[in-house]
């Protein structure tokens, strides 16, 4: 326990020198001049201010003060969200369609520039139409680490309403999880953990006729069994499910309606984290305000009834999943209203901003329970 102690806080001291280096290199007018330095000395101001008002609103993480304006209001940027992050995505992408294989090199390119690990997995499955290839992507940020936090979404499309387009349902996930990698790239390379990022987006999560256990989560299905039948090659005496620290999906994002619940005991520990992040931001004026009095993004109430989606053959091989997924289902979900003129951007850049600091508090800390391990 003493030599993980120990562990844990050089990271979190090699941690807080990364982000301050970045941070002087963005004050000193290095990266984007004074419109970065001006949001960041306002976003500390107003944290400062308020985090001295109570002990209570002070976030429960080990990084220093600058930290959390630092990952949450000077990395948000919704402009180049929506202009660079989510166009990619925004077009009918159901299996083998040019807009998939187009959507699929997007993915290919970008997480290879970005210097990660990219692997396709393959599969061709019977479907009511006949044998249908399936290609899930799947990037790592440091293949030789010893567990991964798997963040995945669907990248697929529903073939029927013809030119369904999907921004919630699953445009904006896919497009939140290019932009963490994007955004954590360079702290996650310093910090040079055992404990890494892997984005999986799935194809064939939408079922192609009438959804049933063999008409939907194609790429999720297959996947599971490849990875139940591969010895993991940094720790060969477990199979690559027994590596995953924790499985979270994310689906059905970006409807001003947004919210979550807790579904699996075994991640609530997790769960609560982000309750208390969103609580805590919120107090000290690093969120967006909810203007229409809507309940938190995370909610404290657990739904019993788990939802088809692409967790279920990894939650069938005990792997723990966090499921965040907006119930009740929004209005605009498998309707043509599924668009970016339904979205709201606040309530993305609200998850986009506690994921980021959610995410590096769980790397720095190293607080992972795996019982596959
Ligand atoms: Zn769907």
Same mark, same amino acid.
């Given at each position: 326990?003493?030599?993980?102690?120990r562990n844990?806080?050089?990271?979190?001291?090699?941690?807080?020198?990364?982000?301050?280096?970045l941070l002087?290199?963005?004050?000193s007018?290095?990266?984007?001049g004074?419109?970065l330095?001006n949001?960041l000395? =306002?976003?500390?101001?107003?944290?400062?201010s308020? =985090?001295?008002?109570?002990?209570e609103a002070?976030?429960?993480?080990?990084?220093?003060d600058?930290?959390l304006?630092?990952?949450t209001?000077?990395?948000?940027?919704?402009?180049?969200?929506k202009t660079?992050?989510?166009?990619?995505?925004?077009?009918?992408?159901?299996?083998?369609?040019?807009?998939?294989?187009?959507?699929?090199?997007?993915?290919?390119?970008?997480?290879?520039?970005?210097?990660?690990?990219?692997?396709?997995?393959?599969?061709?499955?019977?479907?009511?139409?006949?044998?249908?290839q399936?290609v899930?992507?799947?990037?790592?940020?440091?293949p030789?680490a010893?567990?991964r936090?798997?963040?995945?979404?669907?990248?697929?499309?529903?073939?029927?309403?013809l030119?369904y387009i999907?921004a919630?349902?699953?445009?904006?996930?896919c497009a939140? @999880?290019v932009?963490i990698?994007?955004?954590?790239?360079?702290? @996650?390379?310093?910090l040079?953990s055992?404990?890494?990022?892997q984005m999986?987006?799935?194809?064939?999560?939408e079922?192609l006729?009438v959804?049933s256990?063999t008409?939907?989560?194609?790429?999720s $299905?297959?996947l599971?069994?490849?990875?139940?039948n591969s010895?993991?090659?940094?720790?060969?005496?477990?199979?690559?499910?027994?590596t995953?620290?924790?499985?979270?999906l994310?689906?059905?994002?970006?409807?001003?309606?947004?919210?979550?619940q $807790?579904?699996f005991p075994?991640t609530?520990?997790?769960?609560?984290? @982000?309750?208390n992040?969103e609580?805590?931001? $919120?107090r000290?004026s690093?969120l967006?305000?909810?203007?229409?009095?809507?309940?938190p993004?995370?909610q404290?109430?657990?739904?019993?009834t788990?939802?088809?989606?692409d967790?279920?053959?990894?939650?069938?091989?005990?792997?723990?999943?966090?499921?965040l997924i907006t119930?009740?289902?929004p209005?605009?979900?498998?309707t043509?209203?599924?668009?970016? =003129?339904?979205?709201d951007?606040?309530?993305?850049?609200?998850?986009?901003?506690?994921?980021?600091v959610?995410?590096?508090?769980?790397?720095v800390?190293?607080?992972?329970?795996?019982?596959?391990?």
């Amino acid at each position: 326990m003493v030599s993980s102690r120990r562990n844990s806080d050089g990271k979190a001291l090699r941690f807080r020198i990364v982000s301050l280096a970045l941070l002087l290199v963005i004050y000193s007018g290095f990266v984007q001049g004074n419109q970065l330095r001006n949001r960041l000395q =306002a976003a500390m101001t107003a944290y400062n201010s308020t =985090a001295t008002q109570t002990n209570e609103a002070r976030c429960p993480v080990i990084m220093g003060d600058f930290v959390l304006p630092f990952l949450t209001t000077l990395m948000s940027n919704m402009d180049a969200f929506k202009t660079i992050e989510l166009p990619p995505f925004l077009k009918t992408r159901y299996p083998q369609s040019p807009g998939n294989l187009q959507v699929r090199q997007y993915l290919k390119q970008t997480f290879q520039s970005l210097d990660w690990n990219v692997e396709e997995d393959i599969s061709i499955q019977t479907t009511p139409f006949g044998p249908v290839q399936f290609v899930n992507v799947i990037a790592t940020q440091q293949p030789s680490a010893s567990t991964r936090i798997v963040l995945a979404c669907h990248y697929d499309s529903k073939l029927f309403p013809l030119g369904y387009i999907g921004a919630m349902d699953s445009a904006v996930p896919c497009a939140i @999880l290019v932009n963490i990698a994007r955004q954590l790239n360079v702290l @996650l390379r310093f910090l040079e953990s055992d404990i890494t990022l892997q984005m999986v987006f799935f194809d064939g999560e939408e079922a192609l006729w009438v959804p049933s256990p063999t008409d939907s989560l194609y790429g999720s $299905r297959n996947l599971a069994t490849v990875w139940q039948n591969s010895a993991d090659t940094n720790v060969p005496t477990n199979n690559k499910l027994g590596t995953i620290g924790t499985f979270i999906l994310l689906d059905l994002i970006g409807h001003p309606s947004t919210s979550f619940q $807790r579904y699996f005991p075994e991640t609530d520990y997790l769960y609560t984290q @982000l309750m208390n992040l969103e609580t805590c931001l $919120r107090r000290t004026s690093l969120l967006n305000t909810r203007s229409d009095g809507l309940l938190p993004l995370f909610q404290d109430s657990r739904r019993l009834t788990d939802i088809s989606d692409d967790h279920v053959p990894f939650k069938e091989k005990g792997v723990p999943i966090m499921h965040l997924i907006t119930f009740p289902f929004p209005p605009t979900w498998h309707t043509m209203l599924d668009v970016e =003129a339904t979205m709201d951007y606040q309530v993305i850049d609200d998850i986009s901003r506690i994921l980021r600091v959610f995410l590096t508090n769980l790397i720095v800390l190293g607080a992972i329970q795996n019982p596959l391990g």
